[in-house]
């Protein structure tokens, strides 16, 4: 347990569907981050939230929307996605003021579109 | 560009030792990481060099060469559940982690 929890654990769901992922970190940390990692490849960031505010997109389609009421919950709202968005989404957080700059990682959504 | 190489896959036998090693080019530097991931898992810290020279935890050692954007793994007395992905990552100077694609290791007894 690195204190990073999401749901679903793992989410099925057809091209036309509206779905949200959902992340919650109890460790007190500012920072947040979606992940996506597909087969053989690097994990590739999408969104990043500083203190709520979002300071990163990573040209990430608007397929794909983050939403961040807090400090403490993640959403990433999911709708006309594509098969090749099929993947495992990783949530993140970060405080930074830790001086190792250490993630703590979230278990990941495995994503599946039909 | 950014780029982060490390090999695929390596396989070592039970009791032996394995080094994996990542090479980076990044725009800035500020730190860089190994992280554990086991199949269907969240990664896992192992640790973080922002320094030349090498760092030593129980059985796992990481060491950094900036000079020469290096930095490898050194696994010691391998078990049979060290079998994983090993993740190097380097913070660029955005402070954002630019990820290896990984490396699997099989343990083979």
């Known amino acids: 347990e690195t204190g990073v929890t999401q749901t679903p654990r793992h989410l099925v769901m057809g091209m036309t569907n509206k779905k949200s992922l959902k992340c919650e970190q109890h460790l007190g940390h500012n920072a947040m981050y979606w992940y996506k990692q597909s087969a053989k490849k690097p994990l590739e960031l999408m969104f990043v939230?500083?203190?709520?505010?979002?300071?990163e997109n990573n040209s990430v389609p608007s397929r794909f929307s983050p939403e961040c009421p807090n400090s403490s919950h993640l959403f990433l709202h999911l709708h006309t996605l594509q098969p090749e968005d099929s993947a495992l989404y990783l949530c993140?957080?970060?405080?930074?003021?830790?001086?190792?700059?250490?993630?703590?990682f979230g278990p990941g959504t495995r994503l599946t579109v039909l | 560009g950014q780029n982060i190489d490390q090999p695929t896959e390596m396989t070592a036998t039970e009791g032996a030792i394995v080094q994996i090693n990542c090479t980076y080019q990044?725009?800035?530097?500020?730190?860089l990481f190994w992280y554990q991931q086991h199949a269907g898992e969240a990664p896992t810290f192992l640790s973080y060099n922002v320094l030349d020279g090498l760092e030593e935890k129980g059985r796992f050692s990481s060491f950094l060469s900036r000079s020469k954007g290096y930095s490898y793994l050194l696994l010691k007395e391998l078990q049979m559940k060290d079998s994983a992905s090993y993740l190097c990552?380097?913070?660029?100077?955005?402070?954002?982690?630019?990820w290896g694609a990984g490396t699997k290791l099989i343990i083979k007894p």
């Open positions: 993140a957080s970060r405080n930074p003021g830790l001086e190792n700059n250490e993630q703590f």
């Open positions: 990552a380097v913070m660029d100077s955005n402070y954002q982690l630019i």
């Open positions: 939230y500083n203190f709520k505010e979002q300071t």
């Open positions: 990044t725009s800035g530097f500020n730190g």
